[in-house]
Every structure is written in structure tokens, then in C-alpha cells.
């Protein structure tokens, strides 16, 4: 392979050259053992080594996706700052989605938040450091589609989307509502963004 002219200035309008995924998150903490114990249970996910102050878990095929450092001395959580808002993890589907909810509820862990966004349906987590999660399943078949309809009308006039339940969804599915029925955004008008911080 011939290498690239790594001195040549990129063209005006040429964009960077974009990773091919993200690859993980590390997340510091002052109590590695909880952060540990909740992001396995969370994710259904393993330990791939802890070593010391550090602990790299998994849910795939990947060495890692979630890393936690414990740095003695790190403070709460200050929710206010600046900073990431959530991390999101993707469901293929709207009955996967709802059944690790169920999961995640059996084992003591509850959303804060479910939403349907328009492109996506959502349930939200906080971890026991206060970090959000966002569990999401895809409400269109394709980016396209998702794309459209946020450049649409209903999401310029509330582009946050409209609060669902999610036992209510799992009654719905039990009661025969397609998913695809479910998967349309009930629609509410306009909204602002809600405190999830009184979550």
C-alpha cells in the first residue's frame, strides 16, 4: 500500500479523514468495585481484565468498550458542568430493548426516563456515579428515513419527542400493536427540555 502525503494541506472543504467507529469510553470513578458490578449487570456484559485501579469490560467482540479508572481524590459528580450529557447503546429491536429493560428492572436497576424521540424510542439510566445511559432502539429502517424526519416539521416543532411507558409498550406488544405501530411518535406539540437533573 502506498502511503499518503502525510505533509500535503488537506483542500479547503475536504473534510478530515473520520475514525471507522468509536471504539470505547473510560470513565473515572472513586469506587471501581460498584461502577464494575452495575456495567456488567447493565450491559450483560464481562470483565475482560482488572488490573489495580483499572477494569476493562465488554458486551461484544471488542478487548473493551466501557474502561474504568478508580482515581482516589475524584469528587461527586457535578451535574450542572459541562461535559458528556450520555453515553447511548443500541438495541436491534424495540422488543430487545424493552426485554433488557425488564432485565435491568429484575435486578434493581430503573430508567430515570423513557422517550420516544422520533428517530429513536429511549429508556435512561444513571449509573451509581450519576453518568446518564441511554438504552435506544432505531425507529425508521434506515438513517435516511431518520434524517427525514428530522428535518421535517414534527421534530422543528419538538425535536426532544414525547414521554412513553415502557410496561405500557410491553402491554401493547402482548395485546398484538406491531411494533412498527409503536415505533410511530405519538405527537405532543411543542416541549422543552425536561430536568433530568430532578430525575
Known sequence: ???????????????????????????RTSNLQRMQDFYTTFLGGRVVIRNGPLAFLAYDDEHHRIALIEVPGTADKVRKSCGLEHIAFAFPTLVDLLLAYRQRKHRGIEPIWSINHGPTTSIYYRDPDGNMLETQTDNFASADEATAFMLGPLFAENPIGTDVDPEALIAALRNGTTEDELKKRPEMGPRGVPDLDAM
Not at 3 to 19: K, M, N, W, Y
Request: glycine share 4%; proline share 15%.
Open 1 to 27: 500500500m502506498a502511503l499518503p502525503d502525510f505533509d500535503a494541506v488537506p483542500p479547503a472543504g475536504q473534510a478530515t479523514l473520520s475514525p471507522s467507529s468509536l471504539a470505547h469510553v473510560v470513565l
